[in-house]
């Protein structure tokens, strides 16, 4: 494995961190043979794109693998009693 | 009986209208109070917060809030309080609120919080100064809240706060970056206070569900964690009270039309 690979990690969350397109401090990272992993949840399809965006600018020699899922908010369920 | 609505890290940005309004709308008929656990925004901005503001004018329900992290990352907590506030949200930091609801009255104490993490892996106010800044904010916002609850004397009690008390409800987490979602010190500060109810965000992979040393109910209701718009907390600790009052009778008998038999 390429050390630097650990770097790159830091790095892109980093950015995914503090880009204001993006501010996402859980999207999970992996770095292998000149390709990253994208994996996690986000609540749009926006922010999906977005932050293939913010990987591609710092990175653009990397291929991208963006499986990041895009969460579907459901309706309430039922009350749970909280009696004590 | 106090019906609370819960969500926190609906993370809103400037193009998220229209995302939450048509669950929230029908909210009155299931809860009477709807609280938000902080991160309402993604980047802090008060154009977010803007966003999230109009999205809530649809809630028919006394709304409490507090921000979370992302909600200060653009140093405009300030603005962001004035957006919500300016539709009738009720933004609490270190502060408490207290709401006559159904006959009884409920108490609601809030904090961002922050975090060092718990017990037996927790960061101490230790060597450098940076250090002991970091635990030091942590035990300042426990000591605040726990001023605050204590200085509730209403019927139930809620500690409202972004960061985690417990680990319970951090479990799912990378074991790392625990003690950047929450610290014991919270969680001790409301079981020395007393609360009925625990309520925060934050940790978006973590556990609903969990409980203080002294047996006090922890929900994390981040919204990526719930997968719903919010959750339903129903507060009864009364349910056995026997009505004193004219108004109270009339109340226990729609709820319950045997007990009052049984009295009468």
Not at chain 2, 97 to 104: E, S, V
Not at chain 2, 189 to 216: F, M, N, P, Q, Y
Request: a negative charge.
């Amino acid at each position: 494995m390429n050390t630097d690979y650990q770097y790159i990690v830091g790095h892109l969350q980093t950015a995914l961190a503090t880009d204001p397109r993006v501010n996402l401090l859980d999207v999970k990272i992996m770095v292998t043979n000149d390709k990253v992993h994208l994996t996690g949840d986000v609540l749009s399809e926006n922010k999906k794109r977005s932050v293939e965006e913010v990987v591609s600018e710092l990175y653009p020699h990397l291929e991208i693998r963006n499986e990041l899922t895009t969460i579907e908010v459901g309706r309430p369920r039922g009350p749970e009693v909280i009696s004590d | 009986m106090i019906r609370v609505g819960a969500i926190a890290d609906v993370h809103f940005s400037k193009n998220s209208a229209g995302r939450l309004a048509d669950h929230w709308q029908e909210m009155h008929n299931s809860v009477d109070v709807f609280v938000l656990a902080g991160d309402l925004t993604t980047h802090g901005d008060p154009e977010e917060a803007a966003v999230l503001a109009r999205e809530l004018q649809v809630v028919q329900v006394p709304i409490i809030a507090i921000l979370g992290n992302h909600d200060y990352d653009s140093n405009k907590e300030a603005q962001i309080r004035r957006e919500l506030e300016s539709v009738g949200v009720m933004v609490l930091e270190c502060e408490s609120i207290t709401l006559p609801i159904n006959g009884k009255t409920l108490g609601i104490s809030g904090t961002i919080g922050f975090g060092g993490g718990f017990a037996g892996a927790c960061a101490s106010a230790f060597g450098e100064p940076e250090m002991k800044a970091f635990i030091n904010h942590t035990k300042d916002l426990s000591a605040k809240l726990h001023a605050e609850l204590e200085g509730l004397h209403s019927d139930y009690r809620i500690a409202l706060v972004h960061y985690a008390p417990v680990k319970d409800t951090v479990v799912g987490e990378r074991l790392e970056i625990y003690p950047f979602l929450g610290s014991y010190l919270l969680a001790e500060a409301i079981d020395s206070a007393g609360a009925d109810l625990v309520i925060h965000g934050h940790a978006h992979h973590g556990t609903e569900k969990g409980v203080t040393s002294r047996g006090i109910p922890v929900r994390n209701v981040a919204l990526p964690l719930l997968g719903r718009s919010y959750a339903i907390y129903t507060l009864d600790k009364f349910k056995d009270e026997i009505p004193v009052t004219k108004e109270e009778i009339v109340s226990a008998e729609m709820e319950n039309p045997d007990l009052v038999e049984a009295v009468a």
